[in-house]
């Protein structure tokens, strides 16, 4: 069971065996690995949060020996371990006293901003939800680009509906809600309905037990969606709605999306701190 006054943690899954991108963790990206990245955004998180630690989680000795050569923690996990949400649940249930809450800080999204880890770990602690996760709202161009993305790529980006107090009704690989007299709404708001969903999680540990040993759901098998196992099994998530990311890139998951990045650091500077 968590200890109340034990620190939250922010855990950053990193396996080595990517099938697209193998070794990914450590593949530079402008000259700082992918890894080094993502630690630098969990650390600048649990700093704005406080009373928080940050650890990384991996099976390989390779991606252990870097991290400690950032001078972050490690829990070494188990390699049958094929999800991150279970490589987190490992190593906070590794640790005493174990922490209350923990956050699944994605190893391959290097471009979180740092106030969206922090505000989704602030509101989960001011709230009595299970779990949190951010949302962008989308403004129309936005909508109409990722209509377009998904005629090419049906399955690759991830749309909420929502409450007006911000709960999760659904998630879905279909663009929901469906519009009704769409030019009408456009030309009297910027913004659409429409909510696309940011791959980062804050979980209660008790909540995120109860999901490992929970088997995978009927539509969450049908989507490929493992958020859907909480709300299939009555489990509330809070969504918590952050300004869309300054990087149009939700992951490094190609060498095209190292390309990617690497061009947008271009254009638009280097988030990594100096």
Request: aromatic share 6%; charged share 25%; glycine share 8%.
């Amino acid at each position: 069971m968590p200890d109340g006054d034990a620190p939250d943690l922010i855990v950053i899954p990193a396996r080595f065996g990517s099938t697209r991108l193998p070794g990914k963790p450590l593949i530079e990206i402008a000259g700082r690995t992918l890894l080094e990245r993502v630690v630098a955004v969990g650390r600048a998180a649990a700093a704005m949060a406080g009373n928080v630690e940050l650890v990384v989680a991996t099976d390989d000795a390779r991606i252990e020996a870097h991290a400690r050569g950032l001078g972050c923690d490690v829990s070494m996990t188990d390699a049958d371990i094929t999800t991150g949400s279970g490589r987190a649940y490992a190593a906070a249930t590794a640790r005493r006293p174990h922490p209350s809450i923990v956050v699944n800080l994605q190893g391959d999204a290097p471009f979180i901003p740092a106030e969206t880890v922090g505000a989704v770990l602030t509101r989960l602690r001011q709230s009595d939800y299970a779990v949190a996760t951010p949302v962008v709202q989308l403004d129309w161009a936005s909508l109409d680009a990722l209509r377009r993305h998904k005629c090419v790529a049906p399955f690759s980006g991830t749309t909420c509906a929502r409450g007006a107090d911000g709960r999760a009704l659904w998630f879905s690989k279909s663009i929901i809600p469906a519009i009704r007299d769409e030019a009408t709404r456009r030309a009297a708001h910027p913004l659409s309905p429409v909510y696309r969903h940011l791959g980062l999680y804050a979980y209660r540990l008790a909540a995120l037990e109860r999901f490992e040993r929970t088997p995978p759901t009927p539509y969450e098998r049908a989507e490929g969606l493992e958020q859907l196992r909480f709300l299939e099994s009555g489990s509330d998530i809070l969504t918590v709605a952050v300004d869309p990311p300054r990087y149009a890139i939700s992951g490094i998951d190609t060498r095209a999306d190292v390309d990617l990045a690497e061009r947008l650091i271009g254009e638009l500077g280097d988030p990594y701190p100096v």
